[in-house]
């Protein structure tokens, strides 16, 4: 969300109402208050972006104050010439600092740096599954894809996810159909066509996750316009 350019890079762009979610369960579970602001900035200039509308300019400049509140850094080229996906470096020098004063009184145990990473590593989980899931619940959408990711592509996105909220993940809403939907997509070869319990429990992982139904609902004939990414992120 930094910039149009790294968008253009997606196969499938992120919808509003994913990147609003995105960032609900980010704010709910970040321990520092400085980057728990900065997603809610981010949140708060997202409210005005419709679907099928460009991404307004005050989102990318919200995105990236965000990206910099977790320990990321503007990449070499600049903002608005980065066209790939990458890990944004967290600033090691930081690892032997003391905790800022928002997570002391949150209570957090660590290091600036190790909770910056944590932080930057969940909303890359959640990020990932919600492009995934959101292409899997829209079988018109997945059709649409001249290639598709492989078996260990998907798991690898769910595990993320699984994997992020570490001890916390049972009192997640989504943690059961994060499984249920790892292990379907196990026993599946990707292909053009999705089987009905893969988009069923896609959708319920949505539903999870606080992402409604589309107007005119997943099978809509219109549908979302993309298939699935196959990137790597």
């Known amino acids: 969300m930094t910039s149009a350019r790294r968008l253009s890079t997606l196969e499938r762009q992120p919808a509003p109402l994913e990147l609003l979610s995105a960032l609900d369960l980010y704010i709910a579970i970040d321990p520092l208050e400085n980057s728990r602001e900065r ?12 679907e099928g509308e460009k991404v ?37 020098d930081r690892d032997e600092a ?26 890359q989980a959640v990020a990932g599954v919600v492009n995934l899931a959101g292409a899997l619940a829209s079988p018109r959408a997945w059709a649409k894809a001249t290639s ?6 998907l798991v690898e996105h769910v595990d993320q996810l699984l994997s992020a909220f570490g001890a916390e993940l049972d009192q997640q809403r989504f943690a059961a159909p994060a499984r249920r939907l790892r292990a379907l997509l196990s026993a599946w070869d990707p292909g053009p066509e999705v089987p009905a319990d893969v988009s069923e429990t896609a959708r319920a992982l949505l539903a999870a996750l606080g992402i409604e139904e589309p107007p005119g609902g997943w099978d809509a004939p219109e549908g979302p316009p993309e298939g699935p990414s196959n990137d790597n992120g």
């Open 39 to 50: 997603a809610r900035e981010l949140r708060e200039a997202a409210l005005v972006w419709r």
């Open 56 to 92: 307004p300019q005050a989102v990318h400049e919200a995105a990236r104050r965000f990206i910099l509140s977790i320990g990321g850094r503007e990449p070499a080229c600049g903002w608005e010439n980065d066209d790939g996906y990458q890990v944004r470096a967290i600033d090691r």
């Open 98 to 123: 003391e905790p800022p004063p928002e997570a002391e009184a949150a209570g957090a145990p660590r290091s600036y740096s190790e909770a910056s990473k944590q932080a930057a590593q969940l909303a």
């Open 148 to 153: 598709w990711p492989s078996r260990e592509h």
